[in-house]
């Protein structure tokens, strides 16, 4: 997998010093494939990351509920990355704590502790689909981005929020996953998402997620302080507000096992 | 106004049929707009209680319309790796459904459990090709013991198993959206059965159900209107012997139903099970118009009258009657207007618009065509006339025994109308003959009922359902309605935490219990909330804020009476032994339950404003108040009697039957007026005696009564032959109830009005105009 990554890498690189000249040639695939490359690697080097998260839920009565979590993640080159989320809110599931090893393809490796049993619970389900934390969020949407867990077609440019947008469709690979295709929208400047739509399995508008607010963090890495999801089927909706980035505080490997996640407040 | 409109429609046939066919034509022209409304939720009105509760219950958790493939393997074995195999691949195949939210199968089943330290949550059969048969035993064995499975998705035997398949209506286009979602199911089903010729495959649930309204009421339409169309036909060449009269009644009759519905559809109607039965009422309605006409027309051109003359003189000696009857119908259709259920109201209205429409063209289209139709007329005697003048001698003769005798019987009948007992069950809303009915009573005999009610149990606090009292007593309202005799089936929140505390002892049975402490509950559920894949959360069942879950029972089927004692029994419950929660019950089921009883007590008021207000126009005609008053028992006595009989034919009334009283006072005051208008005419104008003028009335219009009530009960009959039972029911007790009319303006009203219009007409006459008449002694018999 790596071997080919690598291999795409290069090729892209040569694509890109050849573009002007070969620009015809690539097709709607290619072009898609080549701009998610190009968005991944433009974030590359943040290293690690924390930063504070609260989720307000709406249904359609209009009733609310909030969710507060602390994540801490750390960059993983070449897979997906490494991440742990501490809970604080609902009141009820206040100290527990999810560690997951995300991977680019197959299940991610996922632990939960729950400190009331005072133990750690390895998770094993190719589930990524499912609401988080009963959001309109699933799990498959929070994780990180890796090239290798899509097909992508360029569909076209269109003017957006963040200037010039590239309008990409997304096939996930992953069979497990609750979507036929997503539509995202990146701009041209700094490939940062400013919308997705989630069609479902079959192939009808499910959601969209719209990005708010980015600010940039280390002269590079853009992060958006607000997320908005809406379901338009079931009428309800998420609303994920970022609070607190910080980059590069030295956290490594050791800061994301079982035993951390035993330790985590 | 009346002349001057008469001869001008017999001076210009032709301007007059032009006209009416361009009115026509613009009519028609809205009937594109006429669509059918196929969810079952058309029945009831934005402020109708049970339906509030049930939508406020579904925005709350999510909507629950839903459709079940009920598939049963021929070998009586659904734990076979083929048959596994074949319900994976429709689950999959299931999410393609057109506004499908979730699917729930035996191989989806999210089965939890545990090794060691880790916790499992995945299908219980994630791969079906690998299956073996030593796979089968641990399957079935986690199956039919899963609660939340045995009786709903899994037949304890495990001979029958249900995909069942939510499906979320957008509502946008409620025309178009079931339609869709059942031509996708029923290509899957035709595919299944193809792939799987050893597996039956039957079709239920709520989609279904709204589906079979539309095929089962438009596929009557089809067939019965024709049918009705053929009687008619039959009926006038047979007893009136006139082709071109015959000709025209058909044209009048197309052209008012046209006009109709085309009008309905500019308006902005659309039709339901019971408003798309208004083809045939019209169709039966205006027929009696036409033979009125007829009738004078032929009784005039056999004295010699000339053709032109004869018409004329008809529509001057039918005009009022014609009105009268048309405006009283027209009033008891629109006394549905107080019904609780909307397709009733539109109903009404299509019908009421309908009857005036006839009445119009039958006083201008009809006689423009006459005029013009080659009418011939054979100095032929019939017999019926001396079959009426013996009635009539018959009725003079034994009036004595007659009066109590009749009075009798009448009361008799009315006492068993109380005996009927309320029930509004949607299943059987179709007859055996739909196979929406087939599949849902299948599914009862070996899986479950469609009964459901859903319970919401609302704590009052973010996160309140992991309180271990809550919790502790949802386990106990669960255990107890598995207790109830009605129950099939409890989907309950308490068997999820109980399964999930015992996957985190390491799968130990004994710990398949409540968690005691609230903080374990909440951290239980967020693991397994966190393990589901896409569709298959818990946001069916939890709030969310968690405040609140969603409990739902099925049960097998009950009638409406019986689904109301169990709801009142969980409340009652909930009072005894969970008093600080708030509690809503509600569903589908819930709503039909309580509809019928809301429309009788609607419709009580709506017939007595129609009571009222007809017996004021016939007490204005008749220019009597004592006569209006005589009136109300024949006008009255019928529909009581109609539902006394029904005890004896159903026995059970609902939606349908609640509209028919008021429905069918409209048409039997036709009889009364006529019979009684013709009694007056007698007394007042001709100085006859009561026996006289009685047998006067009789000779007068008693064929016109008989082969008008003929049509109307032939044409109700070909109603009551609907296979949507809400129409044929209320089909065949409208022709009861108009056939009992019918018997009683001949044999009770006849003696009534020789008991209490004795020799004294005079004074006991409200009305002094009938001076005149003051010499009953000297009695002239009618020869």
């Known amino acids: ?265 | 106004m009346k002349e001057r409109l008469f001869r001008f429609v017999l001076d210009h046939p032709i301007w007059v049929i032009l006209l009416t066919v361009l009115f026509v034509l613009g009519s028609a022209y809205g009937a594109k707009n006429l669509v059918f409304k196929s969810d079952y939720r058309v029945f009831f009105s934005e402020e109708n209680p049970q339906l509030t509760a049930f939508e406020s219950m579904q925005k709350i958790y999510s909507k629950s319309d839903n459709v079940a493939f009920i598939l049963s393997p021929k070998d009586g074995d659904v734990f076979t790796p083929k048959t596994l195999k074949a319900i994976q691949a429709l689950t999959t195949e299931s999410w393609q459904v057109p506004f499908s939210t979730r699917v729930d199968s035996i191989t989806n089943f999210q089965h939890s459990w545990s090794e060691e330290d880790d916790m499992f949550v995945e299908d219980l059969v994630l791969d079906a090709d690998t299956l073996t048969d030593a796979d089968m035993p641990r399957l079935k064995e986690i199956a039919i013991n899963e609660p939340l499975l045995v009786h709903k998705i899994i037949s304890p035997q495990a001979h029958v198993t249900v995909v069942n398949v939510t499906v979320q209506l957008p509502g946008v286009n409620p025309v178009e959206e079931i339609p869709h979602v059942v031509s996708k199911i029923r290509q899957m089903k035709a595919q299944f059965i193809e792939q799987n010729p050893e597996i039956s495959v039957r079709l239920s649930g709520m989609v279904m159900m709204n589906n079979s309204f539309a095929e089962s009421s438009l596929s009557d339409n089809a067939t019965l209107v024709p049918i009705m169309f053929g009687v008619v036909l039959l009926g006038m060449i047979l007893l009136l012997r006139t082709f071109s009269g015959t000709f025209a009644t058909v044209i009048i009759i197309i052209f008012t139903i046209v006009s109709t519905m085309g009008l309905a559809g500019h308006t902005g109607f659309f039709l339901t099970g019971p408003s798309s039965t208004t083809p045939i009422m019209v169709l039966t309605l205006a027929v009696a118009d036409c033979i009125h006409i007829l009738t004078t027309m032929f009784y005039e051109m056999r004295q010699g009258v000339e053709k032109k003359k004869a018409i004329q003189d008809s529509l001057r000696i039918n005009f009022q009657p014609i009105f009268l009857t048309s405006v009283t119908t027209a009033i008891g259709f629109l006394s549905l207007n107080f019904s609780d259920s909307p397709p009733f109201r539109d109903l009404g209205n299509m019908v009421a618009a309908g009857v005036m429409l006839a009445f119009i063209f039958s006083i201008t289209l009809f006689p423009a065509m006459l005029s013009l139709l080659p009418l011939r007329v054979k100095a032929t005697h019939e017999g019926k006339h001396d079959v009426m003048h013996k009635l009539a001698g018959f009725v003079v003769r034994n009036r004595k025994v007659l009066l109590p005798g009749m009075s009798a019987i009448m009361v008799s009948v009315i006492v068993f109308m109380p005996q009927n007992t309320l029930n509004d069950d949607f299943v059987k809303y179709f007859d055996t003959s739909v196979p929406f009915r087939q599949a849902t009573d299948y599914m009862q005999e070996n899986l479950s009922g469609m009964s459901t009610m859903e319970i919401s149990i609302e704590t009052g606090e973010a996160s309140g359902i992991n309180d271990p009292k809550f919790l502790q007593s949802v386990g106990n309202l669960t255990e107890w309605l598995r207790a109830q005799p009605e129950t099939d089936h409890v989907s309950s929140l308490s068997d999820i935490i109980k399964r999930l505390n015992k996957n985190m002892h390491g799968d130990d049975p004994s710990y398949y219990t409540l968690p005691d402490d609230r903080e374990l509950a909440a951290q239980y559920l967020l693991l397994y909330e966190m393990s589901l894949p896409y569709g298959l959360d818990l946001n069916n069942q939890l709030n969310v804020d968690k405040s609140s879950a969603r409990v739902i029972a099925t049960f097998r089927n009950l009638t409406s009476t019986e689904q109301i004692e169990i709801e009142e029994r969980i409340y009652a419950w909930f009072a005894a032994n969970a008093s600080t929660y708030e509690v809503d019950i509600a569903s589908p089921n819930l709503m039909f339950a309580h509809i019928g009883q809301r429309n009788i007590k609607s419709m009580l008021l709506g017939t007595t404003v129609a009571l009222i207000l007809i017996s004021l126009i016939l007490g204005f005609a008749l220019k009597s108040l004592k006569f209006g008053l005589i009136s109300l028992i024949p006008n009255i006595a019928p529909a009581a009697m109609g539902f006394g009989v029904w005890y004896f034919i159903d026995g059970q009334i609902g939606l349908a039957l609640s509209v028919v009283a008021g429905m069918t006072l409209g048409i039997i005051v036709d009889d009364t007026v006529h019979f009684l208008s013709k009694y007056l005419h007698a007394r007042r104008d001709r100085n006859k005696d009561p026996k006289a003028a009685v047998e006067y009335a009789f000779a007068s219009v008693g064929k016109a009564l008989w082969i008008t009530t003929f049509v109307l009960v032939a044409g109700f009959m070909v109603l009551a032959q609907s296979s949507f039972k809400l129409n044929a029911d209320m089909g065949l007790l409208t022709a009861i109830t108009i056939l009992i009319a019918l018997i009683v303006d001949f044999l009770f009203l006849p003696a009534l009005l020789m008991k209490l219009d004795k020799n004294n007409l005079s004074t006991t006459e409200d009305n002094s105009n009938s001076a005149e008449g003051d010499n009953n002694d000297c009695v002239k018999k009618i020869a």
């Open chain 1, 1 to 265: 997998m790596t071997v080919l990554k690598k291999s795409l890498n290069s090729l892209v690189v040569l694509g890109l010093m050849t573009a002007p000249l070969i620009a015809s040639a690539e097709t709607a695939e290619e072009k898609g494939t080549r701009i998610a490359i190009e968005a991944k690697a433009s974030d590359k080097g943040w290293q690690d990351m924390q930063t504070s998260m609260n989720m307000i839920l709406r249904n359609k009565e209009g009733q609310e509920s909030i969710r507060d979590i602390r994540l801490k993640s750390l960059e993983i080159e070449n897979d997906g990355d490494k991440s742990l989320s501490v809970f604080d809110k609902p009141k009820d599931v206040k100290g527990t704590a999810f560690l997951s090893f995300s991977h680019a393809v197959g299940a991610d490796d996922q632990w939960l502790y729950l400190p009331k049993l005072k133990r750690v619970k390895r998770i094993a389900s190719r589930n990524k689909s499912g609401p988080f934390m009963g959001s309109e969020f699933s799990y498959e949407d929070l994780s990180s981005f890796e090239v290798e867990k899509y097909t992508y077609k360029f569909l076209r440019d269109e003017p957006c929020e963040g200037g010039t947008c590239y309008v990409v469709e997304q096939y996930p690979v992953d069979k497990n996953s609750g979507y036929t295709r997503r539509v995202a929208w990146l701009d041209q400047a700094e490939y940062r998402p400013w919308k997705i739509e989630f069609f479902d399995r079959k192939n009808t508008p499910l959601k969209t997620l719209t990005y708010h607010e980015y600010n940039e963090y280390e002269g590079k890495h853009w992060r958006p302080n607000l997320m908005k999801m809406v379901n338009h089927q079931s009428g309800k909706s998420t609303d994920l507000t970022y609070s607190d980035y910080q980059f590069k505080t030295g956290l490594d490997d050791n800061d994301f096992n079982k035993n951390t996640l035993k330790r985590a407040r």
